[in-house]
T-cell receptor, first 112, second 111 residues
Framework: EAQVTQNPRYLITVTGKKLTVTCSQN?????MSWYRQDPGLGLRQIYY???????DKGDVPEGYKVSRKEKRNFPLILESPSPNQTSLYFC???????????FGPGTRLTVL | QKEVEQDPGPLSVPEGAIVSLNCTYS??????FMWYRQYSRKGPELLMY????GNKEDGRFTAQVDKSSKYISLFIRDSQPSDSATYLC???????????FGTGTRLLVSP
């Protein structure tokens, strides 16, 4: 089944404790991105990757890091999480030239 | 001012009603216009997309784009309780894949 998977689905952590949210897609897509979704603000892009070893900032990159060492994986790293990073996070992938982005199921993160 | 504006709702309608969902935008470079549907506790899924101006129909759903007014719409005919979800508009220019999303409109269809 073609899909984007994210782990964990739910995470409660404390300020300053480094965490990684994994994202993997099995569709051989070139393009992957991370979004956060907040009430009243909608989906905002954090980082994106056009291909392996090619990443760039989206609209709200502060406090986040990403890496793209393999085509299928695109982890999101929070080196020192803060309460304002409490949000619902989505990973998405697509092929270049396609309009359909495939979204993962989401990771609900709470930073205390 | 946001690039894409969308009324958050909620919009409550009875089953069978015609639903109209709308977005306005400010960036005249946008060429591709999409509607995503997001059920509770799920990721968004692409419902329809349209290139440039015009209409597109798919079953009970019709997407309209009026580039002169910078206004897009999604119509749902014979709405069903299973249509209850949040509907997000999204759009982008040519080439690069970055999508700009609206905040989403929550739709509730009561039996």
């Amino acid at each position: 089944e073609a899909q984007v998977t994210q782990n964990p689905r739910y995470l409660i952590t404390v300020t300053g404790k480094k965490l990684t949210v994994t994202c993997s897609q099995n569709m051989n897509h070139e393009y992957m991105s991370w979004y956060r979704q907040d009430p009243g603000l909608g989906l905002r892009q954090i980082y994106y990757s056009m291909n392996v070893e090619v990443t760039d900032k989206g609209d709200v990159p502060e406090g986040y890091k990403v890496s793209r060492k393999e085509k299928r994986n695109f982890p999101l790293i929070l080196e020192s999480p803060s309460p304002n990073q409490t949000s619902l996070y989505f990973c998405a992938s697509t092929n270049r030239g396609h309009n359909e982005q495939f979204f993962g199921p989401g990771t609900r993160l709470t930073v205390l | 001012q946001k690039e894409v504006e969308q009324d958050p709702g909620p919009l409550s309608v009875p089953e069978g009603a015609i639903v109209s969902l709308n977005c306005t935008y400010s960036n005249s470079a946008f060429q591709y216009f999409m509607w995503y549907r997001q059920y509770s506790r799920k990721g968004p899924e692409l419902l329809m997309y349209t290139y440039s101006s015009g209409n597109k129909e798919d079953g009970r759903f019709t997407a309209q784009v009026d580039k002169s007014s910078k206004y897009i719409s999604l119509f749902i005919r014979d709405s069903q309780p299973s249509d209850s979800a949040t509907y997000l508009c999204a759009m982008r220019g040519t080439g690069f894949q970055k999508l700009v999303f609206g905040t989403g409109t929550r739709l509730l269809v009561s039996p």
